[in-house]
């Protein structure tokens, strides 16, 4: 916290108040840059978004391989949903099954309304759902920037990918 002279009082907002203050700050901001990046570079733009996601994405799984080791479908599926639920997101899961788990969000979180840039930016769940698990597939099967009331994550084998866009 910032010292500030005696005297002074500065209103003291609650931890989950500042959280969700910040955290939809900063994706806001993803947002707009990313809306920045493709005004100003085009298909270039977007294709950066992809590199960036993908990395990151490559990252965290295999920062999270090295402390969980191999995981099932299951068990990426719960850590997919604790993702979720590290951004505040509102949802739930619709189907659980050993073919495909789809967790359905109301709200994007950023908020996208390009869906170029949603599916960039997607790139960093694909890479980190495969990397957590070879045999697993990513994709959002709704979504709200191509024009769908929610979005559904949808977590699946990689042999049943009939729904991918």
């Given at each position: 916290m910032i010292k500030v002279p005696e005297g002074i009082?500065?209103?003291?907002?609650p931890m989950e108040k500042r959280y969700r203050s910040s955290l939809s700050g900063l994706l806001a901001r993803i947002r707009i840059l990313y809306e920045a990046i493709e005004d100003r570079f085009g298909e270039e733009g977007l294709q950066l978004i992809r590199e960036v996601s993908c990395r990151y994405g490559q990252q965290i799984a295999q920062r999270v391989?090295?402390?969980e080791g191999e995981m099932d479908m299951q068990q990426v599926g719960k850590f997919?949903?604790?993702v979720f639920d590290g951004m505040r997101a509102e949802g739930e899961v619709l189907e659980w099954s050993d073919e495909r788990i789809i967790i359905m969000v109301p709200k994007c979180p950023y908020?996208?309304?390009r869906s170029q840039i949603c599916a960039a930016h997607t790139a960093m769940e694909e890479a980190l759902v495969h990397g957590l698990n070879p045999t697993l597939h990513y994709n959002i099967?709704?979504?709200?920037?191509r024009g769908d009331k929610e979005c559904w994550h949808v977590l699946s084998?990689?042999?049943n990918n009939k729904n991918n866009h």
């Open positions: 009082e500065i209103e003291e907002i391989r090295e402390r997919l949903i604790k908020p996208f309304t099967e709704k979504c709200i920037p084998r990689a042999t």
